[in-house]
Structure formats: C-alpha cells, structure tokens
C-alpha cells in the first residue's frame, strides 16, 4: 500500500511539474495533503474493522448481544444540556451557583420505580437509550472479568443509575433486592435484568434491616451465587450499595487490580472504641425493626481470633470469597457475628487481620495489621469537627452526600467508588459524573492509568 501511496504521489507532481506555472504549486500541496489524509483515514478504518471484529467474534463465543464501540476516540459527548459539567467538575463556582440556581427555580422531575420498569419492557430500546453499549473495551478487559454485588432497598432509579455506568458484558452483576421492599422495586428491577443476560438477582433475599446480621448475609447469597456462575470466571468480587458511583472506568480498575495479583482491598483495623458491638450481644426488635443490645455478655470470638473493624465493602480475589465461604474457620466466625451488631463492619475486618488464619490476600504491615494503604475500593467523607468545609452536600448518618461542590475533589480520588450521591439531591451532581464517568469510559484505551501511587502502596514495607 506505501509503494502505490508514493507511485501516485509521483504521478501526480509529474502532471503539476507539465504545468509548470507557479499558482499550481499551492494545487499540488493541497492534492498531496488530501491524498495522504486518505491514506491515513483506510488505516484508520481498517484498524477499527479489525478491533471490533475481534470483540463482535469474543462476545458471540460467550453468548451476549452484539456490542456497539465507539468510534470517534477524541470526540467526547455532553449528556447534560441545562449546565456546564465540565466546570462544575472544575471546581468554577459561578457554573455551580448557577446549576444550584436551576435546580432551586426550575422544574426538575426524577424518575420512578415504575418508569425504570417501563423503559425496560423493550431491551432493544432500553439497551439504546441508557447507553448499555457505548464503550470501548479492550482485550486486556475481557481477561480480566470482574464480579460486582450490589444491594438495592428503595430505589430501582438509583441502582440502575449505577448498573449503567459499571456495566460491560463480560463482567458478571447480582442484585440483592431486600425481600421487604415494595413490589414497584421488584418488578422494576427484575425488567432490568431480563435485558442485560450477564445480570441476576440473587437466588435468596434477606429482609435487610440496618446493623443486623441480614446486611451481612445478602452480600454472602450474592458471593455464593457468584462462585457458583460458571459462565464468567472473574478475578475479583466488588460489593457495592445502590447509592456508590464510580470514579474510575471499568479498564482503570482492572489495571489495578492486576497489579494487585489476588491481593484483597479491605479496611481492617484494631478499634477498641468499637468493642461495644462484640461484647455484648444484639437483636432485632420486631416492633421498631431495629438492633438493639440485650445486655448479655458475648464469649469471645472462635479461634482465638481478634476482632478487626471495617468497612462493609471492598475488592476481593476470588480465593479470598472461596476461603470466607468455605473455610471451616471462616464459618464459625460467620455464625458467631449472627447476634453482633453491624457484623458487615466484622466478618471482613476480622479475617483479615487475624494473621495466622492464613486468609489468602493479605498484605501486612511492619506491625502485623492489614496495609491500610490498600484500602482503595470506596471514598467516603465523614462528618468531622472542626475548620474547613469537607462536604458541600448534606450529611445522613454521618456520611456525606455529595452536592456539585465535592465533584472537583473526587475525580481525582484514588478509590474506585465514591458514597454516596442521592439522585434526586442535587441532581446534577450525579449526572455531571455520569457525563464525566461515560467520556473517560468511551475513550479509556486512549487514557494512561496511573499506577504509581498503587505501586508504590504494594511494595512500601
């Protein structure tokens, strides 16, 4: 093809050179500049071709709909018409004012239950508008799948909101829907997932009730349910509530958690302030639904294990999830949180730093503690005393919810998940990361990944 390319560039200064006038010499740059573009434009294409037969060809062994890639790499779109979110993300507080301003003066609908049902009765329609098939993926990503749990009580809105932005058809998805929850929440999600083949709900649901053992063992159905799937062979497992958003692309966190190897993201910490939840023992109050002390005393964990305090969400390898549901050791742990309150801040925590369980995944530190530098799956801000403003948003249960203002900040966060946004407060905020989060997704092969600062937590001794 370079041989021809030069042969007609030759054949064409032959003809201008007959013409011999100098006015043509600005004709024959213009023609050679036109030519070469071409030239440049089949390779492009051809190359285009090539990649999106290979991942049409990848799909169709492993049964999914055909996937749409898109084409234009630098072309990023604008899914937010009303206000500027790239400013907003920039931090401009004049375009955040003036959003503030709309949100307050204008007439802003959220949607229902109901219209998430709707919309997925047709799935040709549902997978088209919501964007279910606008992104590149790479080989590297197809390797590399990854499993996510996510837990739903109220609002099918929300976690379809955050089922779009982390959906790849290679990965694997299980939605716990709490059990009690009103029928427009069941129907509207399980319309979802008869689009999405790649999408279940879990096999066991659990009448989920906050503090109590319930929240632990809807995420145990989902990583049973998970291990058991035997059409994708994931890496990893990332359990998630409706209300998280991520921060990075599907292709960022598989670059990290390669280099990762199997090591877990877990926060795991000795807390004596929190030896309260363990000492004594819990239950449900059947009137108020919530967990409540009964005032007796608590034996001692099974082992001689220590009691670790964490999150309930994290990253973690598929030895780990085999070890947490099969281990003998890991089991009796898992019975003895049964009457603990807030056991999904335990289990975790307490096999991970319990050393010598020998859970798999475990980076320790010269103390002997789980590395707290590669907690990296969720950012959360936290109600603190003192100067400074730390969320622009409101705060629910200690927790920031984030507004417009905290958007700058966490875009250039190191965690994969920020928690949490509400759709419906601020709602720009949310749609300003799914316009900032859907860009990077369309363009991430063209993006670097970072890794220095996950390296640099791997290897710190």
């Not at 070469?36 to 294409?45: G, K, N």
């Not at 798999?360 to 799956?377: C, S, V």
């Not at 005393?385 to 203002?405: A, E, K, M, S, T």
């Amino acid at each position: 093809m370079a041989n021809s390319t030069k042969m007609v560039l030759l054949s064409l200064r032959r003809v201008l050179f007959l013409f011999g006038a100098s006015g043509f010499k600005m004709i024959r740059r213009k023609f050679e500049r036109v030519l070469i573009i071409s030239f440049l434009l089949i390779i492009v294409i051809f190359t285009i071709k090539t990649n999106i037969g290979y991942i049409h060809k990848t799909y169709g062994k492993q049964h999914f709909y055909t996937q749409t890639v898109l084409i234009s790499q630098s072309v990023t779109e604008i899914l937010v018409h009303k206000v500027d979110c790239r400013r907003i993300i920039e931090g401009d507080e004049l375009e955040i004012a003036y959003a503030l301003d709309v949100l307050q003066n204008g007439d802003y609908n959220c949607s229902s239950n109901d219209d998430v049902r709707n919309n997925a009765q047709n799935c040709e329609l549902f997978l088209k508008n919501f964007n279910y098939n606008r992104f590149t993926i790479s080989k590297e990503e197809i390797d590399f799948p990854i499993a996510f749990s996510l837990l739903v009580h109220k609002d099918a809105v929300q976690i379809e909101i955050l089922l779009r932005a982390i959906y790849r058809p290679h990965n694997v998805y299980c939605i716990h829907i709490d059990r009690k929850s009103n029928s427009s929440l069941h129907d509207a999600i399980t319309a979802v997932t008869k689009c999405l083949p790649n999408v279940f709900i879990a096999s066991k649901l659990e009448d989920v009730i906050y503090a109590s053992y319930s929240r632990l063992q809807a995420d145990i159905n989902c990583m049973h349910d998970l291990f058991n799937y035997t059409d994708v062979k994931w890496k990893y497992v990332i359990n998630l509530p409706a209300q998280e958003y991520p921060l990075k692309t599907n292709l960022e966190m598989v670059k990290i958690l390669k280099l990762f190897n199997g090591t877990n993201s877990i926060e795991s910490v000795y807390d004596t302030t929190t030896h309260y939840r363990v000492n004594k023992t819990y239950k449900v109050n059947p009137k108020s639904l919530k967990v409540e002390s009964t005032k007796q005393r608590k034996p001692p964990p099974p082992h001689n294990m220590t009691v670790g305090k964490g999150s309930a969400y994290g990253a973690f390898s598929r030895r780990f999830v085999e070890f947490s549901l099969n281990d003998e050791r890991a089991q009796d742990l898992l019975k003895w949180t049964e009457d603990t309150y807030s056991p999904d801040e335990t289990f975790w925590a307490t096999l991970a730093i319990n050393k010598h369980l020998g859970t798999p995944g475990i980076q320790y530190n010269a103390l002997g503690f789980p590395d707290r530098r590669l907690w990296i799956t969720t950012s959360t801000t936290w109600q603190s005393p003192g100067p400074g403003v730390n969320c622009h948003g409101r705060y629910v249960r200690d927790i920031c919810v984030f507004g417009l203002g905290d958007l700058q900040k966490l875009v250039s966060e190191k965690e994969f998940f920020a928690n949490k946004f509400y759709h419906d407060y601020q709602p720009y905020a949310l749609k300003c990361m799914e316009e900032w989060i859907f860009n990077r997704s369309a363009t991430s092969n063209n993006l670097s990944t970072d890794l220095f600062y996950y390296r640099r937590a791997l290897n710190f001794t």
